[in-house]
């Protein structure tokens, strides 16, 4: 596609329910990344996949969170056992890299998701 | 540990005044740095990217510059209109020759444009 695209745009769950949160980044970005982004806070990194790599895993905040990467390409965030504090926006991007330096990192539209 | 100061938190300015948001940064080895434009509800839109060589870059009415050896950059807006309100975000990027890189971001800049 044209730019990332994240699915949903929108989710509600129930506490303690599990959600799942896709992103496909742009064809041949090699470097993917999660962030969230709570109301008025600034964007919090979780987690960064590069190529083949070993993912960046440092920003995850609990064990209940985790993600992967399938092919390189469409990556999914799973957020088991919901809680409250895990509403927010979670936003991805992808770059291009392999290499080349100074590539823009461009961002989907986000998922938001609220925790009830 | 690599990290990415912005000020001031937010912004209010009347329409067609000037503004400047500033972003301090002690990420290392420095590649470049990027500003990036969130508004409200969508995802974060690159307005300038400057790698350790350049000092400032301009994009319409926005102009970026960057000190290197204070590690300081910011982020003039002029005759601001309207639209500029939004999240200002300041964005830098390590790079470790081999084409992995980690990018850290700073918490924003809010600016709020009134009538």
């Known amino acids: 596609g044209a730019g990332v695209s994240q699915s949903p745009s929108n989710k509600v769950t129930e506490k303690g329910k599990d959600v799942e949160l896709r992103c496909d980044p742009i064809?041949?970005?090699?470097?993917l990344y999660w962030y969230r982004q709570s109301l008025g806070q600034g964007l919090e990194f979780l987690i960064y996949?590069?190529?083949?790599?070993?993912?960046?895993k440092s920003g995850l905040p609990s064990d209940r969170f985790s993600a992967e990467r399938t092919g390189g390409s469409v990556s999914t965030l799973t957020i088991q056992r919901t809680q409250q504090e895990d509403s927010a926006v979670y936003l991805c991007?992808?770059?291009?890299?392999?290499?080349?330096?100074?590539?823009?990192?461009?961002f989907g539209q986000g998922t938001r998701l609220t925790v009830v | 540990k690599n990290q990415v100061e912005q000020s001031p938190q937010s912004l209010i300015i009347l329409e067609g005044k000037n503004c400047t948001l500033q972003?301090?940064?002690?990420?290392?080895?420095?590649?470049?740095l990027r500003w990036y434009k969130q508004d409200t509800g969508r995802g974060p839109v690159s307005l300038t990217i400057m790698t350790f060589s350049e000092n400032t870059k301009s994009n319409g009415r926005y102009t970026a510059t960057l000190d290197a050896d204070t590690k300081q950059s910011s982020l003039h807006i002029t005759a601001s209109q309207l639209s500029d309100s939004a999240s200002y975000i300041c964005v830098v990027s390590v790079d470790w020759g081999g084409g992995a890189d980690g990018l850290t971001f700073g918490k924003g800049t809010h600016l709020i444009i009134q009538p």
């Open positions: 996949f590069q190529g083949n790599s070993a993912p960046d």
């Open positions: 991007a992808s770059r291009l890299t392999g290499g080349q330096l100074n590539t823009e990192a461009f």
């Open positions: 972003c301090n940064y002690t990420v290392s080895p420095f590649s470049n």
């Open positions: 064809s041949g970005h090699t470097a």
